[in-house]
């Protein structure tokens, strides 16, 4: 090689290495960053509630009167038929007051009988007449009351179903109404949620809802609305209740289990909805911002939005200011200004491990 050959090489060796260190350069002023599709759900919304499951029917049985319980005739977890014998309280007392009452009611009886008699024939008079039937007439409603608080002291199932819990126990006195067992119905289940007054006041837009159990995995019950409750409790949220439809296994659902309720909701008014990552999500300047990339120049765009909920999966609802296939950048986007140069973090694959190829 000749000195004039050897001294172009070296020229354009050395263009070519500064080149590539000016376009090292630059690149090391792009940066890299995730991007994740949004995902439009057009008009629905599913949203998720912790639920706990409850008998159609639950039932505080109690004695109509007042005294001694002589014996409680069923323990906790035993299911008993309606009507059947449930608790007896000592009838002494009542014993008593009905024999008093019934001979009372004897004496009047016959004294009332006499009195009419003799107004039939025209030997006495109408104020005595009248006197004589209604004193028979108190006296007879007193008598069928009296026999009431007897029977009374023999306490009955109103419904069919499982003893829960036994509140008191034999010795014990108890007071009218006072619960002496507490029971529940086997015969239907519901789940019962809370909900806040945002979804209780769009409680007529649901369209669906559905539950699942980890103790029957891959089995998804269908519900129905059965109530909301018309006042918010401490917590300001709406207890509602759902039934369970069609078919299902008693044995395996018991009141108090534990379930995910899925709830959808459809309108017909409104902006869609879409949802993203929320790191996605930053906030500046007191709004609620996303970086948008735009593929034809491999750029960000600043876009201010208005978010709804929060779901399960980590992903939020984006009300306005997104539409449905645009590009986010969920990694990297508190670096990023409005319309600066981009890269996209290469996807890792098995034979691309952490993305470096």
């Given at each position: 090689?000749?000195?004039?050959?050897?001294?172009?090489?070296?020229?354009?060796?050395?263009?070519?290495?500064?080149?590539?260190?000016?376009?090292?350069?630059?690149?090391?002023?792009?940066?890299?960053?995730?991007?994740?599709?949004?995902?439009?759900?057009?008009?629905?919304?599913?949203?998720?509630?912790?639920?706990?499951?409850?008998?159609?029917?639950?039932?505080?049985?109690?004695?109509?009167?007042?005294?001694?319980?002589?014996?409680?005739?069923?323990?906790?977890?035993?299911?008993?038929?309606?009507?059947?014998?449930?608790?007896?309280?000592?009838?002494?007392?009542?014993?008593?007051?009905?024999?008093?009452?019934?001979?009372?009611?004897?004496?009047?009886?016959?004294?009332?009988?006499?009195?009419?008699?003799?107004?039939?024939?025209?030997?006495?008079?109408?104020?005595?007449?009248?006197?004589?039937?209604?004193?028979?007439?108190?006296?007879?409603?007193?008598?069928?009351?009296?026999?009431?608080?007897?029977?009374?002291?023999?306490?009955?199932?109103?419904?069919?179903?499982?003893?829960?819990?036994?509140?008191?126990?034999?010795?014990?006195?108890?007071?009218?109404?006072?619960?002496?067992?507490?029971?529940?119905?086997?015969?239907?289940?519901e789940v019962e949620i809370f909900v806040?007054?945002?979804?209780?006041?769009?409680?007529?837009?649901?369209?669906?809802?559905?539950?699942?159990?980890?103790?029957?995995?891959?089995?998804?019950?269908?519900?129905?609305?059965?109530?909301?409750?018309?006042?918010?409790?401490?917590?300001?949220?709406y207890a509602v209740r759902l039934k369970?439809?069609?078919?299902?296994?008693?044995?395996?659902?018991?009141?108090?289990?534990?379930?995910?309720?899925?709830?959808?909701?459809?309108?017909?008014?409104?902006?869609?909805?879409?949802?993203?990552?929320?790191?996605?999500?930053?906030?500046?300047?007191?709004?609620?911002?996303?970086?948008?990339?735009?593929?034809?120049?491999?750029?960000?765009?600043?876009?201010?939005?208005?978010?709804?909920?929060?779901?399960?999966?980590?992903?939020?609802?984006?009300?306005?200011?997104?539409?449905?296939?645009?590009?986010?950048?969920?990694?990297?986007?508190?670096?990023?200004?409005n319309g600066q140069k981009v890269r996209?973090?290469?996807?890792?694959?098995?034979?691309?491990?952490?993305?470096?190829?």
């Open positions: 090689m000749n000195s004039k050959n050897y001294f172009l090489t070296i020229v354009f060796t050395g263009l070519f290495i500064t080149g590539c260190g000016n376009k090292q350069e630059e690149d090391k002023d792009v940066p890299f960053v995730k991007t994740m599709v949004a995902v439009g759900t057009g008009n629905e919304a599913e949203l998720n509630f912790p639920g706990k499951t409850r008998s159609l029917e639950d039932v505080n049985v109690a004695f109509r009167v007042s005294g001694p319980i002589r014996r409680v005739a069923v323990k906790e977890g035993d299911y008993v038929h309606r009507g059947q014998l449930i608790a007896e309280m000592d009838p002494r007392d009542y014993k008593v007051q009905l024999s008093a009452t019934q001979a009372e009611y004897e004496q009047i009886k016959a004294d009332a009988e006499r009195v009419i008699a003799l107004y039939q024939e025209g030997n006495t008079t109408a104020s005595n007449y009248d006197k004589a039937r209604y004193g028979l007439q108190q006296i007879t409603e007193k008598l069928a009351n009296h026999r009431n608080q007897l029977a009374d002291t023999r306490l009955y199932a109103p419904i069919s179903g499982y003893i829960q819990k036994r509140l008191h126990s034999e010795g014990e006195t108890v007071g009218a109404g006072m619960p002496v067992v507490s029971m529940f119905s086997a015969a239907d289940i806040p007054a945002s979804d209780y006041a769009r409680r007529n837009q649901l369209s669906s809802a559905t539950c699942s159990f980890d103790v029957i995995p891959d089995v998804i019950f269908p519900l129905e609305v059965s109530s909301y409750s018309k006042e918010a409790n401490a917590s300001q949220l369970i439809k069609g078919q299902y296994d008693h044995s395996k659902l018991t009141p108090g289990m534990t379930t995910m309720v899925y709830v959808q909701y459809h309108s017909t008014e409104g902006p869609a909805i879409v949802k993203i990552p929320t790191s996605a999500i930053i906030q500046e300047n007191e709004e609620t911002q996303v970086f948008v990339f735009n593929e034809k120049d491999s750029s960000v765009e600043n876009r201010v939005v208005k978010i709804g909920r929060l779901d399960l999966d980590g992903n939020i609802e984006v009300t306005e200011g997104l539409k449905s296939g645009e590009k986010v950048v969920t990694a990297g986007a508190r670096l990023l200004h996209l973090l290469p996807t890792t694959s098995k034979a691309n491990v952490g993305g470096l190829l």
